[in-house]
């Protein structure tokens, strides 16, 4: 059974970059045929994916967070990090990772980890 775990700093102050990183046990980010995912869920809004690496390492971003995402990965520890730039109060919210089959679909999810953009 895979699982993710979410972990990163809680606050973190305007125009700062957000760093968070998904750890992933029971399975390989390498793994032929499957896509990891960062998705958020802001206060009184619905889930906003922000983008997804590939198996092969491949990485694509949401249009609107493009310019302020970058998606990387460690394969020797199993993990990958998101990094958000020049934050705002709006980027405050609950920030999950994910895996899925396709790049639209995501069937195992992390708990979730709150960020606060406050200075």
């Known amino acids: 059974q895979v699982q993710l775990q979410e972990s990163g700093p809680g606050l973190v102050k305007p125009s700062q970059t957000l760093s968070l990183t998904c750890t992933v046990s029971?399975?390989?980010?390498?793994?032929?045929?499957?896509?990891w995912n960062w998705i958020r869920q802001s206060p009184g809004k619905g889930l906003e994916w922000m983008g997804v690496?590939?198996?092969?390492?491949?990485?694509y971003y949401a249009p609107a967070l493009k310019n302020r995402t970058s998606i990387s990965r460690d394969t020797s520890k199993n993990q990958f990090t998101l990094q958000l730039s020049s934050v705002t109060p709006e980027d405050t919210g609950v920030y999950f990772c994910?895996?899925?089959?396709?790049?639209?679909?995501?069937?195992?999810w992390g708990q979730g980890t709150q960020v606060t953009v406050s200075s």
């Open positions: 690496m590939t198996f092969g390492g491949i990485t």
């Open positions: 994910t895996r899925g089959p396709n790049l639209a679909t995501s069937l195992y």
């Open positions: 029971g399975d390989s980010i390498t793994n032929n045929g499957y896509y």
